[in-house]
């Protein structure tokens, strides 16, 4: 199903690549909401030439939320993805996906790891998502994620649901504006769990102007629509799976929008039951944690290596750090977060080695990493075309060595080397 507002250009990308993944049995149904561009007459054009698409047509303006039930109430499938006219899917978005469904039948809904290309084109961020090789995550199993982790994202942009869950759900809530769709998927993750590859299976591109992006950056109204999620997350009927959008992790990395959870929790009575220390905790955690980590480290990497375990492995343990017992660390080193790395015991890290860690990077005991050398768990590829940035954890195994100035960029791996006699 697929979106339109005043976004006709971008149909010429998102259908031709729905239209590929179709097969002979599914249906393609457009929904515009009364655009002023002249969609009507390329889409008429469009289901002339492939049976399966279907035109509906608004004549005034409703909404996403709306336009996104009324399609729900179309469909005839059993399965449904929702698609803004500006989003586009990869080839095997819907034989994997659907494959996964008929392998897991109690799933409400399948997703995958996705894309970001900005509104020009010209860049593209990876989002790998990772649930540590599961591709199917039940509710416990997904409580349990929840409840270690601090990144777990549920990759929106490729879910396709099973379309009786989400009518079970009642669809999308309007009162829930640009977080019906987290609600949902979530609601449903918890009840019935969901399916995952982990291959890149859609993009979707960033607008300013888009339906989230204006709604998020208005205060006021992002704290209504807060407010009313948590009211609705207070009825009975949410009772068993309620703890479960208590968790950091469920809430999101923004820490903007955690301490409007805390607010609002606390303004009103019936939104009490989101207010936890592990959740103040978060926030606050957010909010400081990196600008210390950068004041404390920037006095403490010029120590020479000797002084490790005096001043720098303490620092970094109380950040979040594995460090093993041993280890050096070399002047000038520089480490972005270290609460996403891990060190083993008696590696050895040179001079003025970077570590960028938001993606996570290990490192195996006994290890070396030369002089210079960067370890860029998030890196970007300039000569591509369009620019790439990708994000993925780097592993280096015990006893092995890397070359003073060399580069590693995400998700390099360097297996475990035989130890020196």
């Not at 888009?210 to 704290?223: L, Y």
Request: aromatic residues 8%; proline residues 6%.
């Amino acid at each position: 199903m697929v979106l339109n507002y005043n976004h006709t250009p971008l149909l010429r990308f998102s259908l031709p690549a729905i239209l590929a993944e179709a097969g002979p049995d599914d249906e393609i149904i457009v929904i515009d909401d009364a655009s002023t561009d002249g969609a009507i007459p390329a889409l008429e054009e469009w289901s002339r030439r492939h049976p399966a698409l279907r035109v509906v047509s608004r004549e005034k303006r409703q909404g996403v939320i709306p336009n996104i039930n009324l399609g729900l109430e179309t469909a005839r499938g059993e399965f449904v993805y929702f698609a803004g006219a500006d989003d586009f899917v990869l080839p095997g978005f819907a034989a994997e996906s659907l494959r996964l469904l008929a392998a897991h039948p109690e799933a409400a809904f399948s997703c995958a790891s996705f894309q970001v290309v900005s509104h020009d084109g010209s860049r593209r961020t990876l989002h790998r998502v990772d649930f540590e090789g599961a591709s199917y995550v039940s509710p416990q199993r997904l409580r349990e994620l929840a409840e270690r982790r601090e990144d777990l994202i549920l990759p929106n942009a490729t879910v396709i649901y099973r379309r009786s869950a989400l009518k079970a759900l009642g669809g999308y809530d309007p009162g829930l504006a640009w977080h019906a769709d987290w609600f949902a998927y979530t609601a449903l993750a918890f009840r019935h769990g969901f399916c995952f590859c982990p291959a890149f299976l859609a993009a979707i591109r960033t607008q300013e102007t888009s339906f989230s992006a204006q709604g998020m950056r208005d205060r006021r109204a992002q704290g209504k629509v807060l407010r009313e999620v948590l009211l609705k997350l207070g009825a009975p009927a949410y009772a068993a799976i309620r703890d479960g959008f208590r968790e950091p992790s469920i809430l999101g990395l923004d820490s903007r929008a955690r301490g409007l959870f805390l607010w609002q929790g606390l303004r009103h009575p019936g939104s009490r039951w989101i207010l936890s220390w592990k959740l103040a905790r978060a926030s606050l955690r957010d909010a400081w944690r990196k600008p210390l980590w950068n004041a404390a480290w920037t006095l403490l990497s010029p120590l020479p290596a000797f002084l490790t375990p005096l001043a720098k492995a303490p620092l970094l343990r109380l950040f979040g750090a594995s460090v093993g017992r041993g280890v050096r660390i070399g002047a000038g080193c520089r480490l972005d977060r270290p609460w996403k790395v891990s060190i083993g015991a008696r590696a050895r890290l040179g001079r003025r080695v970077v570590l960028r860690a938001r993606a996570g990077i290990e490192i195996g005991p006994d290890a070396s990493i030369g002089a210079g050398a960067r370890l860029l768990s998030e890196s970007r590829d300039e000569l591509a075309h369009p620019q790439t940035l990708d994000a993925a954890p780097i592993r280096i195994g015990s006893h092995a060595q890397v070359a003073a100035g060399s580069a590693l960029p995400a998700g390099s791996v360097i297996p475990a080397a035989r130890p020196f006699c």
